[in-house]
């Protein structure tokens, strides 16, 4: 099976790269950039992943990343909690980076998408309380990394009904 994984350079996307490789997967990598040898290194030491350059903000990047595969595991993103500055980064590579990337995966006929997510989406619920479920977010969303997570979830959710793309969600907590 041939597999798109976004971030391939992060802390998620790597070792993802890694396990599904090990697994006998044909793995493309995206990175912002090929030519940043620091965020692509520890790929290429792998061997076997085929790496391309798309960042978020490009469909046709994106697109022509997208060819030949069959699921696109979406773990690109700017993690960062209280960076000053860099809540509009954040922001954009959770919002309206799903979007542009579903959008493409819709173009390209990618048939199932797997989304990183946060457990930061779910609320907190009280000791004793019932859990809490895929109907519930959090609406706490003064820290932008939690906005990002939670509203570039739903934008997902949203995309994929109306673009008829399976999409499966991961919620990594600490």
Same mark, same amino acid.
Do not use: C
């Given at each position: 099976m041939?597999?798109l994984?976004?971030?391939?350079?992060?802390?998620l996307?790597?070792?993802?790269?890694k396990?599904?490789?090990e697994?006998g997967?044909?793995?493309?990598g995206?990175?912002?950039?090929?030519a940043d040898?620091a965020?692509?290194a520890?790929?290429?030491?792998?061997?076997?992943?085929?790496? +391309?350059e798309?960042?978020?903000h490009? $469909?046709?990047?994106?697109r022509?990343?997208?060819?030949?595969?069959?699921i696109?595991?979406?773990?690109?993103? +700017? &993690?960062? &909690?209280t960076t000053?500055?860099?809540?509009?980064?954040?922001?954009?590579a959770s919002?309206k980076? +799903?979007?542009?990337t579903l959008?493409a995966?819709?173009d390209?006929?990618?048939?199932?998408?797997?989304?990183?997510?946060?457990?930061?989406?779910?609320?907190l619920?009280?000791?004793?309380?019932?859990?809490?479920?895929?109907?519930?977010w959090t609406?706490?969303?003064?820290?932008?990394?939690?906005?990002?997570?939670?509203?570039?979830?739903?934008?997902a959710?949203r995309?994929?009904?109306?673009l008829?793309i399976?999409? +499966?969600?991961v919620? $990594?907590?600490?």
């Amino acid at each position: 099976m041939q597999v798109l994984v976004t971030g391939a350079n992060g802390h998620l996307g790597f070792n993802l790269v890694k396990a599904l490789l090990e697994a006998g997967h044909g793995v493309r990598g995206s990175v912002r950039s090929l030519a940043d040898t620091a965020k692509t290194a520890r790929l290429k030491a792998l061997g076997g992943v085929d790496l +391309v350059e798309a960042e978020l903000h490009r $469909p046709d990047q994106l697109r022509s990343a997208m060819a030949g595969v069959e699921i696109l595991f979406h773990a690109a993103a +700017v &993690y960062a &909690y209280t960076t000053p500055g860099r809540e509009t980064a954040i922001l954009d590579a959770s919002i309206k980076g +799903v979007a542009v990337t579903l959008h493409a995966a819709a173009d390209a006929g990618v048939r199932k998408v797997v989304l990183t997510s946060s457990i930061a989406t779910l609320p907190l619920t009280a000791p004793g309380a019932p859990p809490v479920d895929e109907t519930h977010w959090t609406n706490d969303l003064r820290v932008p990394y939690l906005r990002a997570k939670t509203e570039g979830e739903q934008a997902a959710w949203r995309i994929a009904r109306e673009l008829g793309i399976k999409l +499966v969600t991961v919620l $990594p907590g600490a």
